[in-house]
């Protein structure tokens, strides 16, 4: 069967043995319900790629948000979530007769068993290495991005730059991460993090210079792209992931602020109320509390 075909059309779902099914048997038919024009929800039937989009998205950050808090009992349920844009995308390709949950599940593992030759010596699951005969993880770093590149090359997916492996919808944050991490395989990248700094100081002069000769917002804002971007540079060479610094710092800023609230709440004071040196006076006590 190829990975095009379906396993079973959408009405053989909804006539599934509910009391001998999988839980992943469970939620496709809970989908398929929900998709029914007549008995379903009509918010569901209406849905379309492009509008479940944003909320996979969501999802995501949600999953990486239960991660970071440690809160690993949500982050049960996030999953589910998670998993539910699969079913959803799945369902709304099987009525087109385009493909279903099993090949997209037969896709993934040919693809991951096709690229862990280090595991997989033959290319199939059932494939073995003999023991002690682990690969060492820069090769297997380096396997898996020429392999990638044969994929994309048999597709005719490579195009004409090595940035096109980048997706446009990522977020920019994560994309400039990503772009600068793809350049500096092919060794555009500067020497040590140092280095990075010393660029973060220059963009830093030009920002500053701009400010002071009161130039138009637009060049205000290229500067700030520039130093933006190579503080993300920065982080990369620390192998810190720049969108979880920054889910960092607003989740302190969040809970220092909060503090200020509440410590202005005990003087019976608003924050329409507050002048800014008695919200500067709370944010300070805040930082001290935290230490």
Known sequence: MSDTELSAPVSDILQMDLASATPIERIRYLMARLRQPEIGCPWDAKQTYGTIAPFTIEEAYEVADAIEKGDLDHLKEELGDLLFQVIFYCQMAQEENRFDFN?????????????????????????????????????????????????????????????????????????????????????????DPFKVMEKIQEELGELQQEMQDAAPVEKIADELGDLMFCCVNLARHYKLDAEMVMTKVNQKFERRFRSLEKALLQQGITLDEATLAQMEAGWQAAKVDEK
Do not use: C, Y
């Open 103 to 191: 090949a997209v599940a037969r896709v993934l593992e040919e693809k991951l068993v096709r690229r862990h030759p280090h595991v997989f010596p033959e290319g199939t699951l059932a494939s073995r290495i003999a023991p002690g005969q682990q690969a060492q993880e820069p090769a297997i770093k380096s396997n898996w991005d020429a392999i990638k590149l044969q994929e994309k090359a048999e597709k005719k997916q490579l195009g004409e730059s090595i940035l096109d492996q980048v997706p446009a919808s990522m977020s920019p944050l994560r994309r400039a991460q990503k772009i600068q991490t793809v350049v500096a395989k092919k060794g555009f990248d500067w020497e």
